[in-house]
Nanobody, 122 residues
Framework: QVQLVESGGGLVQPGGSLRLSCAAS????????MGWYRQAPGKQRELVAT???????NYADSVKGRFTISRDNAKNTMYLQMNSLKPEDTAVYYC????????????????WGQGTQVTVSS
């Protein structure tokens, strides 16, 4: 049974910073790609950033230069450092892992975290 646990969300003022974490636990053989998504009230869920198993990263245009995605493979953990936060960054942030569970089967499953609220307001 695989679980993803998120932490680090909260309330900050514009221009502030937060660091989100997402840790996977359970019967995991390997983790391939990872990513962060967010969903604001009344809007569709959107991609924020991704990181491959080799460390290659991609960012949405709206967060480039402000957010940094990283991973610690030894801890099965992904991070999102968010700086210079804006009110439009307010959303529930979700982590997403592509996970291989069985070493002798080439199956990959997508797992989502439960989400963590980020609110940027004066």
């Amino acid at each position: 049974q695989v679980q993803l646990v998120e932490s680090g969300g909260g309330l900050v003022q514009p221009g502030g910073s937060l660091r989100l974490s997402c840790a996977a636990s359970g019967s995991i053989f390997s983790i391939n790609g990872m990513g962060w998504y967010r969903q604001a009230p009344g809007k569709q869920r959107e991609l924020v950033a991704t990181i491959s198993s080799g460390g290659s990263t991609n960012y949405a245009d709206s967060v480039k230069g402000r957010f940094t995605i990283s991973r610690d493979n030894a801890k099965n953990t992904m991070y999102l450092q968010m700086n210079s936060l804006k009110p439009e960054d307010t959303a529930v942030y979700y982590c997403k892992f592509y996970i291989v569970i069985l070493p002798h089967k080439a199956n990959e499953y997508i797992y989502w975290g439960q989400g963590t609220q980020v609110t940027v307001s004066s």
